[in-house]
Every structure is written in structure tokens, then in C-alpha cells.
């Protein structure tokens, strides 16, 4: 069976030979020195000032939004995983949709300005698939309202945005460090702030905002341990053959399925991505079930990612976003892997290529 994605995994002694310094202290969370290790690394290989290991890639979301002071309106994506929607609802935000592009799927930056009313307060959105939002006109509409911006970078480990890592750009970025994520420590997530007040407050907010004796803030819960900071440790000396392998990989898919009437991500020129996913669009809906049958058929399992698109879920308002819609209901990520063989991708490609050409349905 072929998954969409495989965990990539270091030699199980590389993972032991970091553990054993957990042992050896008796230390197994608290920030301990290992996770203070990955966060001086993960700084050092994404060229940043500042990160904050955490728990996962969805609580780092939340204390972003309580470190920012945000309540009120926040503008945001519907074509994301659900944690970018559910992480405003659990902190009392109220999401208002704001459609995509159809070229890479990020927030539509020209639809924004429209949705703006007097309780707006941020935006929070999501660098999709790993390719960045168009920072550069979000910003200017950010400064021009005083909005705060957040984005969720979970996808976007290692990609650049005019030369620099893409978390340097925002209010807040946070990123998953999740098993599923191209850089992982099994669950994980770190965050991403410019302002040392907010990077403060969302350190202080990590550890229940208290340090030894000294409590200065309400916090919660958000540390990771050390089994999960030793995972990283050895995952991060893979990271540049993890993101070559996927180059390859996707510019195989791209090359194979370019002149099929399949619609693929366009990479824009300022941007050094880092191939996390690979989505396909089929012209309909009954054209992507059917490749699916297909690929099934021969133990391969896509995901549609992301679909239902976020304004349809049953407990938010709806509002429509037409071509998040439409992208939701079409779009398939083929399977993407560090391991992925050549002659899997090949039977991967033939199928889609064959439910193509013989699926006449789409009107
Ligand atoms: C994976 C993901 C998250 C949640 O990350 P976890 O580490 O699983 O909590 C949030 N946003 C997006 C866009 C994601 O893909």
C-alpha cells in the first residue's frame, strides 16, 4: 500500500543515542537540553533571531492570537486544514472568509480589503500546500488598517520568501512539526514572533506563564519533551536530502502530468519552495473520484486535501467562497515521500494519466 505521505524515520540508534541523554540527566521535559538544542539549530538553519519549540502546530496558533490580543473579526482562509479555522474558534475569533486564488490557493490578497469591517483585527492565513501567500500586498493592507498578521506556515518548513525563510514574515508564523509534516518530531510545532514583547509573552504563555517562582501571566500547557526534541535532533541532520528528494519527486509528478488537462501548483519566481505537497486539479468532481477508484484499486491512497473547504463546515457561518469551493471538491495530493520508488511514482502517473483520458464525464 502506498500512502499519500510516509514518516520519514532516522536509524532507530541515531534516535536512541539522543534519548540516552534524557536518561542520563533524568530530564524529560521542562525545556530541557534537548529541546533547547533544536530550537538553537532549527534557528540556526532557518537564519532566524527567534523560535519557540512547542507542542504541536495548532496550540501555537491559539497563543499567537492570545499573545497578539486578538477578539474580534479575523480574516482568514478557507482552504487549509481545520485547525486554522478551529484555532479562532476556541479563542472566541470570529473567521471571515476570504476566497482563494486558483494559481497556488492561498488567501485571495485582491478579496481581502472588501471583507474588512470596524472589528477587524487580524489575519490569520495559511501559506497552503507550502507555497506563501502574497506577503508583500498583505503586509500593505495590514499597515494601511492596523491589522495584526498570523500566518499558519504549517506546511512551509524550509521554504524561502525572497531569500528568507518563510517564518519571517507576519506578527506570528507557526509552523507543525507534525509526524505527517516535511520536517517532524513525531507532534511538534514551534512559533515564530518579530516583536520581543510578543516572543516574551508567547514564551512565558508556553509554560504557564510562570518562570521557577515567578508568575507574571496566565499560561498553558504548550512545552514539548525531550522524546519529541530528540526526533527532530536527528531528523534535522536529513532535512536537505528530505527536501531534495521531494524536489525530485515533484518535478517528476509536474513534468508527467503538465500536458494532461490537469491544472498543478505554479511556483511563483520569488519563492525557493519546499515541495510538501503535490495537488492535482481535475477539470470535476467525478473525474477525481474516479482517478481515486483507480488508484485505490492498485493499493494507492491519495487524500483529498483540503476538502470540505473550511466556510462549509457545520459549525461556522457560511459564507460563500466560490473558488475555494470549486478547488475543494477537485483537488487530490498525490502520495509525496522521501522513499517514494520511481516505478511507484510511474504506476501513480499512469493511473491518473489513464482515468483522464478514458473519463469524457466532466460537462
Ligand atoms: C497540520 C496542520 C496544523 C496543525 O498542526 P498539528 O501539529 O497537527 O497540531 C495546522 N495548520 C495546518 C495548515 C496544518 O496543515
Given at each position: ?7 520519514f ?34 534557528k ?10 512547542a ?13 497578539l ?14 485547525a ?17 486564488n ?7 490578497e ?21 507555497h ?8 500593505k ?21 525572497n ?16 509526524a ?9 510545532g514551534c ?29 498553558i ?5 525531550e522524546?519529541?526534541?530528540a526526533?527532530?535532533l536527528?531528523n534535522?541532520?536529513y ?41 492535482v ?39 460563500p ?6 478547488i475543494?471538491?477537485?483537488?487530490l ?31
Amino acid at each position: 500500500m502506498i500512502n499519500v505521505t510516509k514518516t520519514f524515520l532516522p536509524p532507530f540508534e541515531e534516535y536512541t543515542t539522543q534519548l540516552k541523554r534524557a536518561w542520563d540527566k533524568a530530564w524529560i521535559t521542562n525545556n530541557g537540553e534537548l529541546a533547547h538544542e533544536l530550537e538553537e539549530l532549527l534557528k540556526k538553519y532557518l537564519n532566524l533571531d527567534h523560535l519557540l519549540y512547542a507542542a504541536n502546530g495548532t496550540i501555537v496558533l491559539q497563543l499567537a492570537l492570545k499573545a497578539l490580543e486578538i477578539t474580534g473579526e479575523v480574516i482568514t482562509t478557507p482552504f487549509s486544514y481545520v485547525a486554522t479555522t478551529t484555532a479562532l474558534l476556541w479563542e472566541n475569533c470570529t473567521p471571515v472568509f476570504v476566497d482563494i486564488n486558483d494559481r497556488n490557493f492561498c488567501i485571495d490578497e485582491n478579496k481581502i480589503e472588501a471583507a474588512i469591517t470596524p472589528k477587524t483585527q487580524a489575519i490569520l492565513a495559511t501559506h497552503v500546500y507550502g507555497h506563501p501567500c502574497n506577503i508583500a500586498a498583505i503586509e500593505k493592507i495590514a499597515s494601511k488598517h492596523r491589522l495584526k498578521v498570523i500566518y499558519d506556515a504549517a506546511h512551509a518548513f524550509g521554504t524561502q520568501y525572497n531569500g528568507n525563510s518563510v517564518f519571517n514574515y507576519g506578527d506570528v508564523s507557526t509552523c507543525s512539526f507534525h509526524a505527517t509534516k516535511v520536517f517532524h518530531t513525531g507532534e511538534g510545532g514551534c512559533m515564530v514572533a518579530k516583536d520581543p514583547v510578543i516572543a516574551e509573552k508567547l514564551m512565558l504563555y508556553r509554560q504557564f506563564g510562570h518562570i521557577g517562582e515567578d508568575y507574571y501571566t496566565m499560561g498553558i500547557n504548550a512545552k514539548n519533551s525531550e522524546m519529541h526534541a530528540a526526533m527532530g535532533l536527528c531528523n534535522l541532520k536529513y532535512i536537505d536530502d528530505i527536501l531534495l528528494k521531494r524536489k525530485q519527486v515533484w518535478e517528476h509528478y509536474a513534468e508527467s502530468l503538465k500536458n494532461h488537462d490537469l491544472q498543478i501548483l505554479e511556483i511563483d519566481g520569488n519563492v525557493s519552495y519546499n515541495y510538501a505537497y503535490f495537488p492535482v486539479v481535475f477539470t470535476c468532481e467525478e473525474q477525481l473520484l474516479e482517478a481515486v477508484t483507480d488508484l485505490n484499486a492498485k493499493g494507492i491512497i491519495p487524500r483529498r486535501y483540503f476538502n470540505p473547504s473550511l466556510n462549509k463546515l457545520p459549525y461556522v457561518d457560511y459564507a460563500p467562497c466560490p473558488v475555494a469551493e470549486s478547488i475543494a471538491s477537485r483537488v487530490l495530493c498525490l502520495p509525496l515521500f522521501y522513499e517514494l520508488a520511481t516505478e511507484d511514482q510511474d504506476k501513480i502517473i499512469n493511473s491518473i494519466v489513464n482515468t483522464k483520458s478514458i473519463a469524457k464525464k466532466c460537462a
